[in-house]
């Protein structure tokens, strides 16, 4: 009678757990989304006999070195491999997943290249984690036809070179991490297509070219960080492109504050939102004050033609669209262009080794600050932001301060597995129930 009593709740945890068939040793299988957990367990290669109807699949911190066609089921919702050894990525691997949201390949760090149709056709994938990969480059159109692709973590790599419209199909982008890479200039369609973007992050790069167009369909963009690069200058003209801004982080670059600021000088005075120091590194009477708060009087012999000298005369005119395409984009060979040639925000240098700054302190609690911002995580899930309407709300407190960026995907995914590991922890307190009842 008692025992009786009890199947309904037995069945429940036996369909809940699908154990005894179709699980792969050592990893934990259960329902609603259908799931197999084979984490942490040294696999070497992706385990045999995960269910065909899996949805989601986690498989990080293993040892797995190789991805082959057939080692996932094309229904696969969610996929995580991050933290093992992948090296080689077999074409066709994700052939026809259409089903596929999230793929964390992250810190894979010997995976160093990628095959150009690997993501082909993953016409849901709404995030997709690079970031430390030990990629040097990338194929120009790996991203090619990723329409639904909102997040895109590419931080700590060693790029240094994007080609020109690798993420032109990229509408619905709204974050995308390039930090910790090697990258050195921005051209002129380095970011064409992003009209959805709100979060680049180019900081810790070496970044001492930046093509005056290279800014221009982010409309949208509300936070730009580009500190600890190699900017000498950076004209006004680059950020006027961005009619949405509201953080813009410029510390720890190697500033010149001749005639060479004043654009950038009259565009901080211009602008509402809110900006790190810009300390000055030459010339020699200005090392260490902060261009922002630099007056007028700071800038003697300074003619207003050369404040001007980078606006090609298109400073009166409104549509700062009008001369595009009258000079030839230097990228368009899809390599490295070298700077010279063509219209810039920024001046070539000889390299100089970055000493020690002023503001370091400073700097790295901003990054902190903004590492430890998982607010607007816990509430709501990491998909619900970035809405069309969502950036006119927000520019209205303009000059509030907040933290802008969430946490790597680290953060996240812990937030997921405890979830996880609740719901493994519910079924098997089900189990202990039984078998007390028992
Ligand atoms: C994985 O391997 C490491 C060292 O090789 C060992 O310490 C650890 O216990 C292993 N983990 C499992 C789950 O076998
Ligand atoms: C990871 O892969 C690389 C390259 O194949 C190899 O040299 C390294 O020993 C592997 N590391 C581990 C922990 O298996
Ligand atoms: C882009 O994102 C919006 C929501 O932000 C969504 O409605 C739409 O389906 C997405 N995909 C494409 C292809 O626009
Ligand atoms: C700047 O970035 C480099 C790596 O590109 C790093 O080694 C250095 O510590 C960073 N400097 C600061 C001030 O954060
Ligand atoms: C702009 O430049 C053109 C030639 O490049 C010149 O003919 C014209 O006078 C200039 N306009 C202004 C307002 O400086
Ligand atoms: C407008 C402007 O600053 N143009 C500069 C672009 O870079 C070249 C060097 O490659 C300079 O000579 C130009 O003055």
Same mark, same amino acid.
Request: aromatic share 8%; hydrophobic share 30%; with cysteine.
């Given at each position: 009678m008692f025992e009786r009593a009890h199947m309904p709740l037995f069945l429940l945890v036996l369909c809940g757990l699908d154990f005894s068939w179709s699980c792969p040793l050592n990893c934990i299988c259960y329902?609603? +989304?259908?799931?197999?957990?084979? !984490?942490?367990?040294?696999?070497? $290669?992706? +385990?045999?006999?995960?269910?065909?109807?899996?949805?989601?699949?986690?498989?990080?911190?293993?040892?797995?070195?190789?991805?082959r066609p057939h080692d996932f089921n094309p229904n696969t919702v969610t996929l995580w491999i991050y933290s093992n050894n992948i090296t080689r990525i077999e074409p066709k691997t994700f052939h026809g997943f259409?089903?596929?949201?999230?793929?964390?390949?992250?810190?894979?760090?010997?995976?160093?290249?990628l095959d150009k149709?690997?993501?082909?056709?993953?016409?849901?994938?709404?995030?997709?984690?690079?970031?430390?990969?030990?990629?040097?480059s990338l194929p120009s159109n790996i991203f090619r036809g990723l329409r639904?692709?909102?997040?895109?973590?590419?931080?700590?790599?060693?790029?240094?070179?994007?080609?020109?419209? &690798?993420?032109?199909?990229?509408?619905?982008?709204?974050?995308?991490?390039l930090h910790g890479n090697h990258l050195w200039s921005l051209n002129q369609n380095t970011f064409r297509g992003l009209r959805a973007l709100d979060r680049l992050l180019l900081h810790q790069n070496q970044i001492e070219w930046v093509?005056?167009?290279?800014?221009?369909?982010?409309?949208?963009?509300t936070t730009l960080y580009l500190f600890n690069n190699s900017l000498i200058q950076l004209s006004g003209q680059c950020l006027d492109m961005l009619p949405g801004l509201e953080y813009l982080r410029l510390n720890d670059n190697p500033w010149s504050c001749d005639c060479k600021a004043v654009s950038l000088w009259e565009w901080l005075k211009r602008f509402r939102g809110s900006t790190s120091t810009v300390g000055? !590194?030459?010339p020699s009477n200005m090392i260490g004050k902060d261009l922002k708060e630099l007056r007028k009087e700071d800038f003697p012999n300074c003619s207003p033609s050369e404040s001007r000298a980078q606006t090609n005369n298109m400073s009166g005119t409104v549509n700062p669209f009008m001369n595009r395409g009258?000079?030839?984009?230097?990228?368009?060979?899809?390599?490295? =262009?070298?700077?010279g040639r063509t219209r810039n925000c920024t001046k070539p240098r000889i390299r100089v080794s970055k000493g020690k700054e002023d503001n370091e302190v400073h700097?790295?609690?901003?990054?902190?600050?903004?590492?430890?911002?998982?607010?607007? &995580?816990?509430?709501?899930?990491?998909?619900?932001?970035?809405? =069309?309407?969502?950036?006119? $709300?927000?520019?209205?407190?303009?000059?509030?301060?907040?933290?802008?960026?969430? +946490? +790597?995907?680290?953060?996240?995914?812990?937030?997921n597995r405890a979830t996880l590991t609740q719901s493994i922890l519910y079924v098997y307190s089900m189990i202990l129930d039984y078998l007390v009842i028992r």
């Amino acid at each position: 009678m008692f025992e009786r009593a009890h199947m309904p709740l037995f069945l429940l945890v036996l369909c809940g757990l699908d154990f005894s068939w179709s699980c792969p040793l050592n990893c934990i299988c259960y329902t609603t +989304p259908s799931t197999v957990s084979c !984490q942490a367990h040294n696999f070497s $290669t992706v +385990p045999d006999g995960i269910p065909p109807d899996s949805e989601r699949i986690f498989l990080q911190n293993n040892k797995i070195h190789l991805l082959r066609p057939h080692d996932f089921n094309p229904n696969t919702v969610t996929l995580w491999i991050y933290s093992n050894n992948i090296t080689r990525i077999e074409p066709k691997t994700f052939h026809g997943f259409t089903q596929l949201e999230e793929l964390d390949l992250g810190d894979n760090r010997h995976l160093r290249s990628l095959d150009k149709d690997t993501f082909h056709g993953l016409i849901r994938l709404n995030a997709l984690h690079l970031y430390h990969c030990g990629l040097s480059s990338l194929p120009s159109n790996i991203f090619r036809g990723l329409r639904n692709l909102q997040y895109l973590y590419l931080q700590d790599n060693h790029l240094k070179f994007l080609p020109d419209d &690798m993420f032109s199909d990229l509408h619905n982008l709204s974050h995308l991490f390039l930090h910790g890479n090697h990258l050195w200039s921005l051209n002129q369609n380095t970011f064409r297509g992003l009209r959805a973007l709100d979060r680049l992050l180019l900081h810790q790069n070496q970044i001492e070219w930046v093509d005056r167009l290279a800014f221009h369909d982010l409309k949208r963009l509300t936070t730009l960080y580009l500190f600890n690069n190699s900017l000498i200058q950076l004209s006004g003209q680059c950020l006027d492109m961005l009619p949405g801004l509201e953080y813009l982080r410029l510390n720890d670059n190697p500033w010149s504050c001749d005639c060479k600021a004043v654009s950038l000088w009259e565009w901080l005075k211009r602008f509402r939102g809110s900006t790190s120091t810009v300390g000055c !590194q030459a010339p020699s009477n200005m090392i260490g004050k902060d261009l922002k708060e630099l007056r007028k009087e700071d800038f003697p012999n300074c003619s207003p033609s050369e404040s001007r000298a980078q606006t090609n005369n298109m400073s009166g005119t409104v549509n700062p669209f009008m001369n595009r395409g009258v000079v030839g984009s230097p990228g368009n060979n899809g390599h490295s =262009p070298r700077p010279g040639r063509t219209r810039n925000c920024t001046k070539p240098r000889i390299r100089v080794s970055k000493g020690k700054e002023d503001n370091e302190v400073h700097h790295s609690k901003e990054v902190m600050a903004d590492k430890d911002d998982s607010s607007d &995580m816990t509430e709501g899930g990491k998909h619900d932001h970035t809405l =069309p309407d969502g950036t006119v $709300t927000r520019r209205k407190q303009k000059c509030t301060l907040r933290t802008t960026v969430r +946490p +790597p995907s680290g953060v996240l995914q812990a937030n997921n597995r405890a979830t996880l590991t609740q719901s493994i922890l519910y079924v098997y307190s089900m189990i202990l129930d039984y078998l007390v009842i028992r």
